[in-house]
């Protein structure tokens, strides 16, 4: 039961260009979200969050929005730098339980020079 | 401040035998969560523990697995009679107490490799 899904494997995209990576979701308990950054032998390290009463965070060159009544949130990097070139994960929970994240499967950002 | 920190980084097994990967969470931060990543594949929670206590083990498989957070020390996850399926990536991660400032956010430790051959 794959609750938080990411349906693009691999995305690649010019530098300076903007990166949109896609998570769609099934439980509609979910209220918070979340995006991690995995370079490779790494931990996942932590980009941006949203909270269901938002539909749009932005930090720096990161914005991510969140569509609720489509169960879907979206990560926006513009302009995309070779630095940014990673795994992306989405993640989801339900606030005030275990806190515990239901990721997705990741998305190999690859940012050409 | 140094951050989630697992040990060992590395780890060989050889079929049979026991694992035993380590955690310690950033400080001030009193709930530990473990993770495993299959290659190829994303994050699959394992268990939740706060001191002394398994609060969520829904993701352990039901043998040979266990977890334990003590009063003093580290998180210890413990994989016995280890078989090749369990050769994965182990990452564990720390939150401050729920419903503090960033609670929802979970820091995680570079992660422990285990290869059983």
């Known amino acids: 039961d794959q609750q938080v899904k990411q349906n693009s494997p691999s995305l690649s995209v010019q530098e300076g260009r903007i990166s949109i990576l896609n998570c769609d979701y099934t439980?509609?308990?979910?209220?918070?979200f979340l995006w991690y950054k995995k370079y490779p032998a790494e931990g996942p390290t932590f980009l941006i969050s949203?909270?269901?009463?938002?539909d749009k965070n932005e930090d720096g060159r990161f914005t991510v929005f969140l569509n609720k009544s489509a169960k879907h949130l979206s990560l926006h990097i513009v302009p995309s730098q070779p630095g940014d070139s990673a795994v992306y994960f989405c993640a989801a929970s339900v606030s005030g339980a275990t806190n515990k994240l239901i990721f997705g499967t990741g998305t190999l950002l690859a940012v050409q020079p | 401040n140094a951050g989630v920190m697992q040990n060992p980084r590395h780890l060989v097994r050889r079929r049979g035998q026991e694992a035993r990967l380590r955690c310690s969470p950033m400080?001030?931060?009193?709930?530990v969560y473990w993770y495993r990543q299959l290659p190829e594949e994303g994050l699959k929670f394992m268990v939740y523990l706060q001191k002394e206590n398994i609060i969520d083990e829904s993701g352990m498989p039901k043998e040979r697995f266990s977890a334990e957070f003590p009063k003093e020390g580290p998180s210890i996850l413990r994989i016995q009679q280890v078989v090749r399926g369990d050769s994965a990536a182990y990452f564990c991660?720390?939150?401050?107490?729920?419903?503090?400032?960033?609670?929802?956010?979970?820091?995680f430790g570079a992660g422990s490799r285990l290869t059983v051959l």
């Open positions: 949203i909270s269901s009463i938002k």
């Open positions: 400080k001030g931060h009193s709930h």
């Open positions: 991660a720390s939150s401050p107490t729920t419903g503090s400032p960033g609670a929802n956010v979970l820091t």
């Open positions: 439980n509609s308990m979910f209220d918070y």
